[in-house]
């Protein structure tokens, strides 16, 4: 019986090019919140003026980006960012900063 190494040298190279679903989706989450860092703080954890948003139920996260995104809520820039997101990308987003600690 003869192994063709070709072939267990692409199977290998695709098991580990291939995330599992779970983690592909929490990478793709944390690269989204990574765009609110710059006022929200590292993990969402503020150390200025800007709310903290780690730890806030993922409901309340997505109603308020969902206020922002049609424009029912007043702010500087966040409603400008909100428009930038499908409803997709906000749940993602919510559900990402909603895991992280205070």
């Known amino acids: 019986m003869s192994i063709d190494l ?3 040298a ?3 190279g695709l098991s580990v090019a291939v995330a599992p ?3 592909a989706d ?6 989204l919140a990574a765009t609110c860092t710059g006022c ?9 003026g800007i709310p903290t948003i780690a730890g806030v139920e ?13 424009g029912k ?5 966040m409603q400008q960012h909100a428009k930038g997101y ?6 993602a987003i919510a559900g990402w900063f909603a895991s992280q600690k205070r």
């Open 40 to 48: 929200h703080g590292t993990n969402g954890v503020s150390a200025g």
């Open 10 to 12: 692409l199977l290998i």
């Open 73 to 77: 809520r007043a702010a500087t820039v």
């Open 58 to 70: 993922k409901e309340r996260i997505v109603a308020l980006m969902k206020e922002f995104k049609d």
């Open 26 to 31: 929490d990478t793709a989450a944390r690269s």
């Open 6 to 8: 070709s072939r267990v």
């Open 21 to 23: 679903p779970a983690q």
């Open 86 to 91: 499908t409803d997709e990308q906000i749940d």
